[in-house]
C-alpha cells in the first residue's frame, strides 16, 4: 500500500482554512497512488491550540467537516491536538541529524508526518521520517511543505526503496538561513500584514535581514528605507543602495537631520539637553540615542502608514549586551536575528552570497559601526566580536563568569561583558520576539541588582 506523509504549514486556530488545506493535500496524495494520508498532530489546530474560550468545540467541528469531505479511495490519519504546544519538537540547530540518529537506533519502524513552519519563537522544520527498524532512514525535504511516500505492508510497516534512502543533506549555515526565512515569511502572512519594512544601515545586521526578508516574501512584499545622518559615511550610504537594488527593491532616504535639529531646539529650556544635542561634535550618549530613536520613530511611522511589520535588525550579541538603543534600533515588530551572535552573522551572510551575491562584500569586510558619532566603530564600547561571542555563548547558558574564566577567558573581559550583559535585561524584555534556533535558550536575568 502507498502510505502518504504530509509535511504542512497550519495556521493558529483558522479552522476553516486548515480544513481545506488538508483535504488538498488528500487530494494529492489520491491522485498520487497513496491509499492513505499521515498527518502530524497540529494539522488541523495549528502549532498551539489555546485552552481557554471556543477552541476545542471549533477543532472538533473542523474534524467532523474535514472527514465528511474526504475524498473516496484514501483514509486519513488526524491525531487530536491537546491544548497546549504540539508535541513535535521545533527546529534547533543540529536538531535534524539528531532526528535521523534517534530515528535510525529505535530499532522500530516509524512512520512520522511533520510540521513545517514558523509560529513566532519556534520554527518546525518539516523533515518527515520513514524507517525501516534495520537502521534504514529516508525523509522529506526541509522547510517547505509537500508530501512523502512510502509503501507499506499489509501491516502498515514501510517498505525500504530499491535504491539508497533519500536523506536531504545536513547544510549548517545553509539550514539555519532556510530556518530564519521560513518563520520571517510566515509571521508576517499569518499576522496578515501586507509585507514588511526594513530600514537599511549600510552595515552587515540590516543586510542580512533585507536579503531574508525578500527571500521569504519577495521583492513585491518588502519596502526598503534608509535615515542618513551626518555620521553616515559614504560608503555605508551607497552600501545601502546596491544592496537594494541587488534584492531588486527600491529605497527611499529620508535624512534625520532635520528632526534631530527640531527635538534638540524643543528640548533647549533644558540646558544641559541643549548643549549634548546641539554641540557640533558631541559623544554624548544622549545624543547618539536621539538618532536611533528618531529613525525609530520614522520607520514604525511608515511601517503603520503602509500596513506593512517592520523587522528589527539587532543580533544576539547587541541584545545580550544591551548594545541598542530602546525604543530605537529596537523597534519592530519582529527580530529574525535575534539568536544569532555576531559573527555568525558574518557566516550566514556569506552562506546567503553562495546563492547570489547580493551583500555587498564591502558590507562584509567594513568594521562594524553605528555610526551615531564621528569616526564610531563598535569595538570603541565592545571587546572584538571574536572575543565577545565565545564568552557570551558561556555566560548566556550558563550564566557562571567562573565558567567563561575556567575555558581560558581574561577575568577582567569576563567580569566586564557579565555586568554588561546583568545591566541590560530591561532592554531585551521589551524588545521584539524573533525565532529561537539555539540549543539552549539564553537566561533570564534580574531587571534589578545589587
Wanted: net charge negative; aromatic share 6%.
Amino acid at each position: 500500500m502507498k502510505t502518504a506523509l504530509a509535511q504542512i504549514d497550519p495556521a493558529n486556530g483558522a479552522f476553516a482554512a486548515n480544513t481545506q488545506k488538508l483535504l488538498a493535500f488528500a487530494r494529492e496524495a489520491r491522485e498520487a497512488g497513496a491509499e492513505k494520508i499521515l498527518f502530524p498532530e497540529g494539522a488541523l489546530e495549528g502549532f498551539c491550540l489555546p485552552s481557554a474560550g471556543d477552541a476545542a468545540a471549533d477543532a472538533a467541528a473542523a474534524r467532523e467537516a474535514f472527514f465528511r469531505a474526504l475524498p473516496p479511495g484514501i483514509a486519513a490519519e488526524l491525531p487530536v491536538h491537546g491544548a497546549g504546544r504540539v508535541a513535535q519538537p521545533p527546529y534547533r540547530r543540529g536538531s535534524f541529524s539528531s532526528r535521523l540518529r534517534e530515528a535510525a537506533a529505535a530499532g522500530r519502524p516509524l512512520l512520522a508526518p511533520a510540521l513545517v513552519g514558523g509560529d513566532g519563537r519556534e520554527i518546525y522544520d518539516g523533515g518527515a521520517l520513514v524507517a525501516t527498524g534495520d537502521g534504514r532512514v529516508w525523509a522529506g525535504p526541509r522547510f517547505a511543505e509537500g508530501i512523502v511516500y512510502a509503501e507499506t505492508d499489509a501491516a502498515g510497516r514501510p517498505i525500504p526503496p530499491d535504491g539508497p534512502c533519500a536523506v536531504p543533506p545536513e547544510d549548517t549555515w545553509g539550514d539555519l538561513y532556510r530556518a530564519l526565512v521560513l518563520a520571517t515569511g510566515d509571521y508576517i502572512r499569518k499576522c496578515g500584514a501586507r509585507g514588511t519594512l526594513v530600514a537599511l544601515s549600510g552595515g552587515m545586521d540590516s543586510a542580512l535581514v533585507a536579503a531574508i526578508a525578500v527571500d521569504a516574501l519577495g521583492p513585491e512584499k518588502v519596502f526598503f528605507v534608509t535615515f542618513p545622518s551626518r555620521y553616515s559615511s559614504e560608503g555605508t550610504r551607497r552600501d545601502a543602495h546596491r544592496l537594494a537594488e541587488n534584492l531588486g527593491v527600491p529605497c527611499r532616504e529620508i535624512p534625520i537631520g532635520p528632526a534631530v535639529e527640531a527635538i534638540a531646539s524643543s528640548l533647549a529650556f533644558a540646558p544641559d539637553a541643549a548643549r549634548a544635542l546641539e554641540a557640533p561634535d558631541s559623544r554624548s550618549l544622549e545624543a547618539e540615542n536621539l538618532q536611533a530613536r528618531v529613525r525609530g520613530t520614522m520607520a514604525m511611522s511608515l511601517a503603520n502608514r503602509m500596513g506593512l511589520v517592520m523587522l528589527e535588525t539587532s543580533n544576539l550579541s547587541e541584545a545580550l549586551v544591551g548594545y541598542c538603543t530602546l525604543y530605537g534600533d529596537t523597534c519592530g515588530g519582529f527580530a529574525p536575528l535575534i539568536s544569532v551572535l555576531k559573527t555568525d552573522v558574518y557566516r550566514l551572510a556569506r552562506r546567503r552570497n553562495r546563492d547570489g551575491q547580493v551583500i555587498p562584500e564591502s558590507i562584509l569586510t567594513r568594521a562594524p559601526s553605528a555610526e551615531l558619532r564621528e569616526g564610531q566603530k563598535d569595538s570603541d564600547a565592545l571587546p572584538p566580536y571574536e572575543l565577545l561571542d565565545p564568552i557570551l555563548e558561556i555566560l548566556r547558558t550558563t550564566g557562571s563568569p567562573r565558567a567563561a574564566v575556567a575555558a581560558g577567558h581574561g577575568e577582567a573581559m569576563v567580569r566586564r561583558v557579565w555586568e554588561l550583559m546583568r545591566r541590560s535585561e530591561f532592554k531585551r524584555r521589551q524588545s521584539p520576539e524573533g525565532p529561537e534556533t539555539n540549543d539552549i535558550p539564553a537566561i533570564a536575568l534580574p531587571v534589578s541588582f545589587a
